[in-house]
């Protein structure tokens, strides 16, 4: 075991609505630090100041804390500038960087005093908890610049001041930054930090292979956040985008992944995004749910989302959650009047919709009725299952068309529905005897 606290961080740019990938670079720092009791933290790369917005600021900041992904600390990158220039001049004093007056890149009439670090052309070998021994040659780097001028680092020299200044033990990122590293630890030998571990974890594809992508594809957490996916749901399903713990079993809390989690299971190919997968996980947390908690979160989800949340929502609760595996298609049903059978105010069906799918008379249907009411007056309890129990072998005798067509709409007013024992079960007694009375008088 290493002696030394683990530290980690997520380093988000705020330059738009936060990548999935960012969450799942986010979620592995975030267990690796739990797992080894260290800390966590989250940095914002807001120096770039043409590319990053205020508001994606904000947006970084709550979509962690959607996902449940709380850093032990936090700090933006633009209030540590005064140190970066503090310790690029001190490399220019050293001589281990310099100023180089140069033509301007897109106008070559005009000259700028850009900072070159002093490359020693080393070759640079480091390794990589997933990828293993990487090595890169840094002539083809030549003095590469570290800064626009001497009170403007960049990116790069930024990046090895904070994590050197945080004392990051475990640099845990995307494969795309696997190119950056040489490069980092040449400032970083340069300013005499400790150099941190190295992990580059694979990319997240879209099935045809490409890089997930935000513009092609939904890749964003709030995308899927109001899609009404579970933050739950989504943590289990990134963590096992390029991990897996062995064995059948799927559902991790965030807790069991921090015990569980080890880089020797990760993969070096890239993972494949599977949104009909990520449907599954989340029917199953919805499932987890307990049925108060499903309808307080739906009806939040439906309220932000502008949608009216019917009163009887708590009584459907467990049939839409069987139905839809988002909380916007739950919403989705309840807004295209799927569960309309639910509202006081729904007219009764006309004797030619009672008949339509009876296979009998009036009269038949009209005797099938009032049959059902006597049946059902006192039969207790009164769920799905024992209206089924009460109906079903009177119906079998009578033609179960002639029975269960006309309950059925007479508790739906529709020609479709869930069967007379689920709507019966959803409606009540009194609803229920209330709707074959008022349709008796159809007929
Ligand atoms: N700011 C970089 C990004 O948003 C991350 C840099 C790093 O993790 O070292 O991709």
Not at 250 to 278: T, Y
Request: negative net charge; aromatic residues 10%.
């Amino acid at each position: 075991m290493n002696p030394e606290k683990v530290i980690t961080r997520i380093a988000p740019s705020p330059t738009g609505q936060m990548h999935i990938g960012t969450v799942r670079t986010a979620l592995f720092n975030y267990i690796f630090a739990k797992q080894n009791k260290g800390t966590y933290f989250v940095r914002i790369e807001d120096t770039d100041r043409e590319r990053n917005k205020e508001e994606w600021v904000d947006a970084i900041w709550n979509d962690f804390e959607w996902c449940g992904l709380k850093p032990d600390a936090k700090y933006r990158q633009s209030e540590h500038i005064e140190r970066h220039k503090e310790l690029l001049q001190k490399l220019v004093a050293e001589d281990k960087a310099y100023i180089s007056r140069e033509p301007k890149k897109d106008d070559p009439t005009e000259e700028v005093e850009v900072v070159r670090l002093r490359n020693p052309n080393t070759t640079i070998t480091f390794t990589d908890l997933i990828r293993g021994e990487v090595s890169f040659d840094t002539t083809e780097h030549g003095d590469f610049v570290i800064a626009r001028s001497i009170d403007d680092p960049l990116y790069h020299f930024a990046v090895v001041v904070d994590d050197g200044d945080s004392c990051v033990t475990h640099v845990l990122r995307a494969e795309e930054h696997i190119s950056n590293t040489p490069r980092q630890i040449l400032i970083l030998e340069a300013l005499g930090y400790t150099r941190p571990t190295y992990a580059h974890f694979p990319l997240i594809l879209a099935p045809d292979r490409t890089k997930l992508s935000k513009r092609k594809h939904a890749a964003s957490v709030e995308q899927y956040r109001t899609q009404g996916f579970l933050p739950e749901a989504m943590i289990n399903y990134l963590a096992l985008l390029g991990w897996n713990p062995g064995g059948e079993r799927e559902i991790f809390s965030l807790d069991e992944l921090i015990k569980l989690f080890s880089f020797e299971r990760m993969h070096k190919a890239g993972a494949v995004f599977d949104i009909e997968k990520f449907r599954w996980f989340n029917h199953e947390y919805l499932k987890l749910l307990p049925m108060q908690e499903f309808v307080d979160r739906l009806s939040l989800f439906m309220t932000e989302r502008g949608d009216t949340v019917p009163p009887y929502l708590p009584q459907i609760g467990v049939e839409l959650r069987n139905r839809a595996q988002t909380f916007g298609e739950a919403a989705d049903y309840l807004k295209g009047g799927e569960f309309s059978f639910m509202e006081d105010t729904i007219p009764a069906p006309t004797g030619e919709l009672l008949l339509q799918g009876a296979k009998a008379d009036a009269a038949a249907v009209k005797t099938n009725l009032t049959k059902v009411v006597e049946l059902l007056l006192e039969h207790e309890p009164f769920t799905a299952e024992s209206v089924k129990e009460a109906i079903f072998p009177y119906a079998t005798e009578q033609g179960r068309a002639s029975v269960l067509w006309p309950m059925r709409v007479a508790l739906s007013g529709k020609e479709k529905s869930p069967d007379p024992f689920t709507l019966a079960g959803l409606l009540g007694r009194k609803k229920t005897l209330e709707r074959i009375e008022k349709a008796l008088r159809m007929l």
